[in-house]
């Protein structure tokens, strides 16, 4: 690409060339400097790094030029290009093919020189360095510098050099050792090769270079015994600070006199600002947070212990329950019965029991052989609310309408003898609903098995009453025919005998109430 003013326009930030302070040239293949560069009076960095350009020229209008950079070019000599740029600070000439140096006398104000990755290689060609006296910073890494009088003839009288980038060349290894001899050297030296020199080990140079390698040790030695002589008197200092403050501090309380606060107290809590404040509320928040949460877990653990108690006591109490009374059930079971379709169709609750009736099948060998039974849990503080409402109701809609239809194989019966059947046992389910009797009180829940055949739909077939006359003389039923199965004329002590009870516990809760159909005449 030419270096032509329409080309430097569409490549700079502003088309009117003197408004261009940052001029960004670099990597567009300019082999020459043209005349178009001179429009840019105002530019103060230029950028021509990774062109083609061989010579270094037509900047004379750039007088306002700080940083020049032109790295990995083809320059092979300096010449006078630079000798206008009076305020020149940082000139960039790395990766180049200079074989000397010249031209750079006039760069007055030059801190910042790079030569690195050239082909400068001795004393005489570096000489001219000692015309630019405002140099602090020299990089002549990776050149081909060979003579050790590179040392005490160019960086030793370099008055303000303070950074040095020497490596990577063949004087290096001839200097032993290299460190201490730049070091000592060049006095104002503070970086070396990539490394900075602090005061430590400028103190040790200075001892090397007066008396070798035993002053060294000793002058380190110093060095460590004063910084422990310094931390011992700031150790002390502090706990003569504490013992003053405590003395202080018992004198005003002594004399009544109030603690004054410190100033960075009143800055920063007497006059908080809305952040402070801000803060100081949300952890405020943050810690009432946490204690509640820290309540409802406690509280959901004590809940989960209670009912994992609850819960073993009463799967006890229902296995205890389940042993003793499984022949009785059995021997409980209904006769074979066909039901109405418009009953079997239904589902209803059961307001004595507390739980859904099932559909009814035909009553066969089959279904009696292979009747389930069913778990029926009662809470004591909800189930005798319900029984009693519902009591109420179905007592209500019995005495309005006595005659109520019977099975067909109870149709026989008298309609007022059903009636108050019904209401005694109604009566009693108040009873129970008001006194608890029958409920189990020791525990949230109760269990018993119920076969699945005895849960009829029929309004008609409510559950035997624990307590009344009738459900004893059932009871009484149930155990002989457990005496007859048996065999012996004897019921088994798993059958007849009733759970035994701890004399410091409540009783259990009675057996649950067992259908089973039998003509009034039986129950008479």
Known sequence: MEMNLVNLRKISEYRTPELNEVCYFHYKGFGVITETIKEYKACWCLWLEGNAIEEIENLETLTDMRQLYLQENCIRDIGNGLATLTKLVTLNLAQNFLGHLSGLSTLTSLRTLKLNGNRLSTVDKLRHLLDIPSLETVDLTDNKIDEEAVLPEIFAKMPNLLSLYAHQNPFCPKIKPYRKLMLGTCAKLRYLDDKPVFEDERRAVTAYMKGGIEAERAERQL????????????????????????????????????????AFYKANYMN????????????????????????????????????????????????????????SLNAAKEPKQEPKPAEAAAAHVDPMMGVAAQEDTPATEENASTSSYVEVAATPDTESAVMLEEASELRTSAAATPDCSLPEDTASSSNTSGSTEKLDSLEASEAMAHTGVGLDSTAHTSAALLPTSSLKTSAQHRPMIWGTPAYDKLWKQACAAGENENGNGQADDETVDTPVVAADKEPAAPPPAVEAEATHEELD
């Open 223 to 262: 060095v460590k015994d004063e910084a422990k002589a310094k931390d011992d008197r700031n150790r002390a200092a502090f706990r003569e600070l504490i013992v003053t403050a405590k003395r202080e501090k018992a004198e005003r309380d002594a004399a009544g006199i109030p603690t004054e606060p410190t």
């Open 272 to 327: 908080p600002s809305e952040e402070d404040k801000w803060f100081t509320a949300e952890r405020e928040r943050n810690r009432q947070r946490l204690q509640e949460v820290a309540r409802m877990e406690k509280e959901i653990d004590l809940r989960l212990a209670a009912k994992e108690d609850n819960e073993t006591g009463s799967s006890e109490d229902a296995d205890k329950f389940a042993t003793h009374n499984n022949a």
